[in-house]
């Protein structure tokens, strides 16, 4: 089994419960555990350490404000090829690229407000997963 972290964006959250439970009910019915859950919203810190890879680019500092912005949903997940299954369910990082019927397609507002964010390789998993799961 193998783990990934999944977060639903602030701008999501901020749009009510309806949505939060919509997308995790999408990912439940893909055969994914929740085993870990929180609504939270992250420390500045915590999100300049969690996004550090992207430190540098044009849009690091709106990226960090964003997410640390507001309450974020957090969540721990497991199954079979987890990093990858999760990584498909989600869609293309730009919702104008993320095929039909993915996380992103349907809830996916701009490129910074794609809605969700999932590991992308099982390092990262296990390195986010460490940052905001302790
Ligand atoms: P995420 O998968 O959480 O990883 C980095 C985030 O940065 C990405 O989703 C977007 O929300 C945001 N972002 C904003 N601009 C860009 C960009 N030009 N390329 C990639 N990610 C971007």
Excluded at 89 to 97: C, H, K, Q
Aim: aromatic share 8%.
């Amino acid at each position: 089994m193998q783990q990934t972290y999944f977060m639903i964006k602030p701008e999501i959250v901020a749009a009510g419960e309806q949505k939060i439970g919509d997308i995790l009910a999408i990912v439940n019915r893909a055969g994914f555990r929740i085993t870990g859950l929180a609504m939270r919203t992250l420390p500045r810190e915590l999100v300049e350490d969690f996004y550090g890879e992207h430190r540098g680019k044009p849009f690091y500092g709106e990226l960090v404000e964003y997410i640390a912005g507001g309450p974020v949903v957090t969540v721990r997940l497991e199954r079979e090829n987890a990093v990858a299954a999760l990584r498909e369910l989600i869609g293309a990082t730009n919702p104008a690229e993320a095929a039909i019927g993915t996380i992103r397609n349907l809830y996916g507002a701009s490129l910074q407000n794609n809605a969700v964010h999932a590991s992308a390789n099982p390092a990262d998993a296990e390195r986010e997963l460490g940052l905001i799961f302790g």
